[in-house]
């Protein structure tokens, strides 16, 4: 069956760290991943997409990597701020459902001042 | 601004009554989508339309009803059929995913079953 993996445990980090947060999936064959943030009580805010012949993409502080050999993805925050504290969700196209996104449970980080 | 715009906010509903959910963007994204998300998890889809006057099931059709019969506008119906219908409803749009652009998302829609 397909799946998508976020780690369900909150990630706490110092402020100034880089935070990791690990994507994977199995039984997919995403042409493009995603990344978003989601505040509580509010929609999921877009991020960064990376297609499956890049392996990595950055945006200000963000890093994203795509190995599709490995079927992971991992999102990085460098030089992490409280503000930075919310749930991030990775989200693949399903080939099978007419390319629509699925979503994983979001992995929650609280970033310490 | 463009944007999506979901109403109301939170909505209450009785047994047995179906409700009607509102979804309205002015981004002239030609795809929209119906995710449903349950405390502490991730979202399931609903329903998807590409174009007007076309739209496909999701994951989790079933007890739910969509029409799109303006490009604008995508609503969603919980039916009495239903059975557990308390959840955070999120309506979304998409210009195309072959255009590198990530979904846009509403603010969202809390429905209680009292």
């Known amino acids: 069956s397909q799946k998508i993996e976020q780690n369900s445990e909150a990630l706490n980090i110092q402020e100034g760290k880089t935070a990791t947060l690990t994507c994977n999936y199995t039984n997919y064959s995403p042409a493009y991943l995603q990344w978003y943030r989601q505040d509580p009580g509010r929609g999921p805010v877009f991020l960064l997409l990376i297609r499956e012949n890049e392996k990595e993409k950055r945006k200000e502080r963000l890093k994203v990597t795509f190995d599709t050999t490995l079927k992971q993805s991992l999102f990085h925050i460098t030089a992490s701020q409280p503000a930075d504290s919310a749930t991030y969700l990775c989200a693949l196209e399903n080939n099978n459902a007419g390319n629509m996104l699925t979503f994983g449970g979001g992995t929650r980080l609280m970033v310490k001042p | 601004d463009g944007g999506i715009t979901q109403s109301p906010k939170y909505l209450f509903r009785k047994e047995g009554q179906n409700v009607t959910l509102s979804c309205e963007q002015n981004l002239n994204h030609d795809a929209m989508y119906w995710y449903r998300q349950d405390p502490g998890q991730g979202l399931r889809l609903i329903y998807y339309?590409?174009?007007?006057?076309?739209?496909q099931k999701g994951d989790i059709a079933e007890g739910y009803s969509v029409s799109r019969e303006k490009k604008e506008s995508f609503p969603l119906t919980v039916t009495s059929a239903q059975k557990n219908p308390t959840a955070f409803y999120l309506c979304?749009?998409?210009?195309?995913?072959?255009?590198?652009?990530?979904?846009?998302f509403g603010s969202g829609t809390r429905l209680t079953v009292v």
């Open positions: 339309s590409q174009i007007v006057n076309d739209f």
């Open positions: 979304a749009s998409s210009m195309g995913r072959d255009l590198g652009y990530g979904y846009t």
